[in-house]
């Protein structure tokens, strides 16, 4: 496609022998489209060229030359003004939508670095609550966009599966066995266990103590502990694929903090090697006091690892394994200090500097209900197999009401419920913390999943009342110059820059806002047009248009991990 930024940006360097990179970094795209397409604040210049920025206005546009992709150049308050060819815009847009279908906005952005999404991590025995979703639904969108824009993306799953609350769980199974059937609903049976021997363990140190056995007798490999803990590993696993199945999203790696337990010696040993290590009342320590950061403990006076260990060794070990650009943690914000430690610490491990840039902590805010923040203790967390059943339902209902005649309810409002909640995530940036709210997530008018997917659907409508899709050579460009038309053409335009933005900021919310934006920019030009015409070249145009958004709209959303129903 034609790259309109550029050939400004050539234009302004061909004139003042300043680099096109740093012009390009200048130009911005203005608030409204009176003010043209691009716009050049002069007063960049102002310092190097020693000129007002109005004189360099000036200047810059008696030197610079129109042509058929730049058609006007104006000065407003010393920014200049450029307006592109939208018949050029159309043509390049169209056309390249059609030769892409759904490869459209792919690019090699990536040039087949390699990235690595760590994301979802829930616990073992304990339940993947609201939280866990967020977090599943944001990595699962950021693994997508970073494959389609050919990186080399693996997508891993670092489960809860390691420390003492194993031990805990082996001991109130082996005590109460028999008053649980954990085949059903494990999760919930589990939590009840765990709950119980933990109140057992406050009233009782020698039961505390027995736990701790337990788990030393997991590190010893004691077969039947270790026979446990799996069956744990598995009961919990096949839950979370339930809901995995639902979302639509997949893991390259399942290597969870268990898998790093033989490889945290190493770890100690680089650690010593470098003279970070210090000990300190029986423990091993790396202080981080001079860079505020408190101290990171490798190893506890009894010689047992913990969860930073267990991190540190997995950078590691991703280095060695994948020699990463860039592995990203999707983890909610409390995390930070955990995070800003381990990322510190691991520059002692003797990884290369490249590895070392790469860390990443990509933090997400707080999900709480309407009802407020949610508890364990007082059993007010949402389990989200039930959230995501529950917004199945709740659609399924609304088409019954509705549309009883509907083709394939049940697949259709599966698409739509799972829909609304993904999109419900994505929808603010990522560090917002959020209110989950149903009335929000599923209404079909707002800034919504389903509004999005209403107006997939529409244009599938005028596809079908036509009865056959336009090709390309059908369409008149001239036919689309209307306000409404430029509209979506520059949205389309903008596509593949979106998600370039996405993985620049690891903020999927960038597209989410976009789609919301094309589809209503849709709903304009529905609005404003007849698009089944009486003449066929405009008729044609215009359906070839809404297909052009249709496509688009699927590929964005199918990319944040949602689908298109057919019907709505
Ligand atoms: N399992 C943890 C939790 O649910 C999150 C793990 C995050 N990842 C990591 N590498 N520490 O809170």
């Known amino acids: 496609m034609i790259n309109f930024k550029e050939l400004i940006a050539e234009k302004i360097a061909n004139v003042t022998e300043i680099e096109k990179e740093e012009i390009l970094g200048y130009i911005e795209v203005p608030p409204s489209d009176d003010m043209g397409d691009y716009a050049f604040p002069c007063f960049k210049l102002a310092k190097v060229l020693r000129k007002a920025p109005n004189m360099i206005a000036e200047e810059l546009k008696s030197k610079i030359e129109t042509d058929e992709n730049i058609v006007d150049i104006q000065i407003v308050g010393g920014y200049l003004n450029f307006y592109i060819n939208k018949l050029v815009l159309a043509e390049n847009v169209l056309k390249e939508i059609d030769a892409k279908k759904d490869e459209f906005g792919a690019s090699n952005y990536g040039d087949n670095k390699t990235v690595i999404v760590e994301y979802s991590s829930p616990n073992i025995a304990k339940p993947f609550h609201i939280g866990h979703l967020r977090n599943t639904v944001i990595g699962s969108a950021l693994y997508n966009i970073y494959k ?111 898998f790093y337990s033989d490889k945290m010696d190493e770890v100690v040993e680089r650690l010593d090697a470098s003279g970070a290590l210090v000990d300190s009342e029986g423990a091993k320590i790396v202080d981080l006091e001079d860079k505020g950061l408190g101290v990171c403990i490798i190893k506890k006076s009894d010689g047992s690892s913990i969860y930073a260990t267990r991190d540190l060794a997995a950078v590691l070990y991703r280095a060695k394994t994948y020699d990463f650009d860039k592995c990203l943690y999707v983890v909610a914000y409390e995390q930070n200090l955990h995070f800003k430690q381990v ?43 039930e959230l995501l059943e529950e917004a199945i339902d709740r659609v399924l209902k609304v088409i019954e009401e509705k549309n009883p005649e509907m083709e394939n309810k049940e697949e259709q409002a599966k698409k739509i419920g799972i829909g609304a909640v993904i999109f419900n995530n994505l929808a603010s940036t990522i560090i917002k913390d959020q209110v989950f709210d149903w009335n929000i997530a599923l209404n079909f008018n707002g800034e919504t999943g389903p509004y999005i997917q209403y107006v997939y659907v529409r244009t599938k409508s005028i596809l079908e009342k036509l009865g056959y899709v336009p090709t390309i050579d059908m369409v008149d460009f001239s036919a689309l110059q209307d306000k409404a038309s430029i509209a979506i053409l520059k949205s389309l335009y903008n596509f593949e820059n979106v998600l370039k933005q996405v993985v620049d900021k690891n903020e999927p919310s960038i597209l989410a806002r976009y789609l919301i934006e094309l589809a209503t920019a849709f709903s304009n030009f529905y609005n404003d047009n007849k698009i089944i015409d009486d003449d066929e070249t405009v008729k044609n145009s215009r359906v070839y248009l809404a297909y052009a958004v249709g496509n688009t709209l699927k590929l964005g959303a199918s990319l944040l991990g949602m689908e298109m129903p057919d019907r709505m």
Not at 188 to 203: F, G, P
Not at 235 to 255: A, C, R, T, W
Not at 369 to 381: A, P, Q
Request: proline share 1%; glycine share 8%.
């Open 148 to 258: 389609f824009l050919n990186y080399n993306t693996i997508g891993i799953n670092h489960l809860g599966d390691y420390g003492t609350q194993f031990g805990k769980m082996i001991e109130g199974y082996k005590r109460w066995e028999n008053e649980y059937d954990l085949e059903e609903n494990p999760i919930d049976q589990c939590m009840d266990i765990y709950v119980r021997i933990n109140n057992l363990c406050k009233e009782d140190e020698n039961v505390l103590n027995a736990c701790r056995e337990n788990f030393k007798k997991i590190e010893d490999g004691d077969p039947e502990c270790i026979a446990l803990w799996n069956k744990f590993k598995d009961l919990s696993l096949k839950e979370f694929q339930k809901i995995y199945g639902l979302l639509n999203v997949k893991f390259d790696s399942y290597n969870g903090e268990a």
């Open 343 to 385: 990322f510190e610490v691991a520059k002692h491990l003797g990884i290369s500097e490249k590895n070392l840039k790469g860390l990443e902590h990509v933090a997400y805010g707080m999900v709480r209900l309407t009802t407020g923040k949610m508890s364990t203790r007082e059993g007010t967390v949402i389990k989200v197999h």
